[in-house]
T-cell receptor, first 116, second 115 residues
Framework: AQSVTQLDSQVPVFEEAPVELRCNYSSSVSVYLFWYVQYPNQGLQLLLKYLSGSTLVKGINGFEAEFNKSQTSFHLRKPSVHISDTAEYFCAVSPPLTDSWGKLQFGAGTQVVVTP | NAGVMQNPRHLVRRRGQEARLRCSPMKGHSHVYWYRQLPEEGLKFMVYLQKENIIDESGMPKERFSAEFPKEGPSILRIQQVVRGDSAAYFC?????????????FGSGTRLTVV
């Protein structure tokens, strides 16, 4: 079984400042890792994913994340945020290819509030 | 190529009524997943379906909830005799067959309010 911990429930940040959202996971097997963004009253949009290969993953909207196997972390970063990045961000894990590989385990979410 | 379509977007039901939530997956996606998001919480897995087959329903409440994905038509999540605690956002996601792990596409959700 897997679990996901998002260490910050809310992150206030000024416009054009960098932001890091922390995500740690626990699993007895290798996993796939995802970050999703949810804008108010909308569904989830995939920002980026790590399946294998390079541990630095680049996603949409200038976001990137680094997979650290030894620390079981998958922190999300953006060097300079915009007001439009105000949203809830979810880290998620799933087991690799199995009958239920697509069953995602989500963290509780981190609310990012960007102010001018 | 339309995305995952969920309807209705908003649904209000009185306690004791039935709620039916529909999800049409993306073209070419044969796997459907339902998740529930309670207020101030992350998404919780409910059920994973393929056409005419429930693969994993480990997240479904034991009573009042059921899901189907018929050969033709959308996937349906059905909640009988709704209670206030069922108020939540219900999201559907679809994915291609498991050999192609490109991740999910989520719908915009159905927000159920039980009054």
């Amino acid at each position: 079984a897997q679990s996901v911990t998002q260490l910050d429930s809310q992150v206030p940040v000024f416009e054009e400042a960098p932001v890091e959202l922390r995500c740690n996971y626990s699993s007895s097997v290798s996993v796939y890792l995802f970050w999703y963004v949810q804008y108010p009253n909308q569904g989830l949009q995939l920002l980026l994913k790590y399946l294998s290969g390079s541990t630095l993953v680049k996603g949409i909207n200038g976001f990137e994340a680094e997979f650290n196997k030894s620390q079981t972390s998958f922190h999300l970063r953006k060097p300079s945020v915009h007001i439009s990045d105000t949203a809830e961000y979810f880290c998620a894990v799933s087991p690799p290819l199995t009958d239920s590989w697509g069953k995602l385990q989500f963290g509780a979410g981190t609310q990012v509030v960007v102010t001018p | 190529n339309a995305g995952v379509m969920q309807n209705p977007r908003h649904l209000v039901r009185r306690r004791g009524q039935e709620a039916r939530l529909r999800c049409s997956p993306m073209k070419g996606h044969s796997h459907v997943y339902w998740y529930r998001q309670l207020p101030e919480e992350g998404l919780k897995f409910m059920v994973y379906l393929q056409k005419e087959n429930i693969i994993d329903e480990s997240g479904m409440p034991k009573e009042r909830f059921s899901a189907e994905f018929p050969k033709e038509g959308p996937s349906i999540l059905r909640i009988q005799q709704v209670v206030r605690g069922d108020s939540a956002a219900y999201f559907c996601a679809s994915s291609p067959p498991w050999e192609n792990p490109n991740g999910y596409t989520f719908g915009s959700g159905t927000r159920l309010t039980v009054v």
